[in-house]
């Protein structure tokens, strides 16, 4: 709600206030009419777009990368032309490399210049690519790249309900610890229609215990307790240490020596790479992700927004399941 306030009026009015310009007295006029203006102009508008978009293309091209999933040509020029708009850098390197106020003052003027004309490049170039070649925010895939299987899926509810909600997650990510009380909501609105199924996508990057977290679950499934383990780790999602797990594991009864070999040996971390490859097949990104059916929800995961997204999914066919053996995993 606050979002658009702060991004388009508090910041911009910020940082035109302390950027330590007095356009009174001829000061504009000057800029206008000085070469250094228009020189940091081409810098940071013609300079960031060429620049940042040929390395990134030829870096590509030339096998040293490639463009993440859903993301086109023309939308890395975008980018490249919106990274003009980036002042504050250029504005602390201008005190450092003039002493001349007149200069100094030359130079802002041709960043807040920069400022506008890199945005309209950036809106003129995203265009162009949406128009001419398809590029849009929806390029990423929205289909479920691996049915649900009630052989290998970890499914809470009956295994033949109607309606099918996927979660791609991380136990040590805060948002899907959030929303685990909204799908009590979601399940207590849909009772045995609703089959849910939970995936991993560990982000380590942001989560260094994520991973442990997900084979902790996994060893607790092969005792058959893995929703109660799944429960646990969201309860507990500043706590992931191995001692931690060992300690859960305890608690509900498990085997502890066998969990702990488990774990240890790595004995599932083939499945959880393969429900990250099947994230990043779907075109999730982030935790939680949900599918609805074989679609992927693309909005909020609060209970009200999941429960009106499943409501307009009855009636829809699903694929069929590729084993006739149906259970509870």
Known sequence: MLHPWTSYVIVPIFALANAGVDLRGGVL????????????????????????????????????????QGVGPGQILGGAALSGIGFTVALLIIHLAFEDERLQQEATVGVLIAVVLAAALGW??????????????ASLPIRLARPVDP????????????????????????????????????????????????????????????ELAAAAAEAAGAQGRFWEMHAVLFAHQDELELEDLAGYA????????????????????????EDVAD???????????????????IGPHDARSLIAALEGARGQVWPAPPSSRWGTA
């Open 29 to 68: 006029a000057d800029a206008l009419a000085s070469p250094l203006t228009w020189a940091v102009v081409v810098g940071l508008v013609v300079g960031k777009f060429a620049g940042i978009g040929s390395f990134t293309l030829g870096g590509a091209r030339l096998g040293a990368g490639q463009l993440p």
């Open 151 to 210: 052989d290998r899926d970890h499914i809470r509810g009956p295994a033949t309900a109607p309606l099918t909600l996927v979660e791609y997650g991380d136990y040590e990510c805060p948002f899907c610890g959030r929303v685990t009380g909204a799908l009590m909501e979601v399940f207590e609105h849909f009772g045995d229609e609703l089959r849910y199924v939970f995936r991993h996508l560990p982000l380590p990057d942001v989560h260094p215990h994520a």
């Open 124 to 137: 003129v170039v995203f265009q162009l690519a949406a128009r001419l070649h398809g590029e849009t925010t």
């Open 250 to 273: 305890g608690k509900l009864e498990l085997d502890v020596e066998e969990f702990l070999r488990d774990v240890d040996e790595q004995r599932h971390a083939a499945r959880i790479r």
């Open 279 to 297: 994230a990043e097949a779907s075109g999730a990104r982030g935790t939680p992700t949900f599918f609805v059916g074989d679609t992927r929800h």
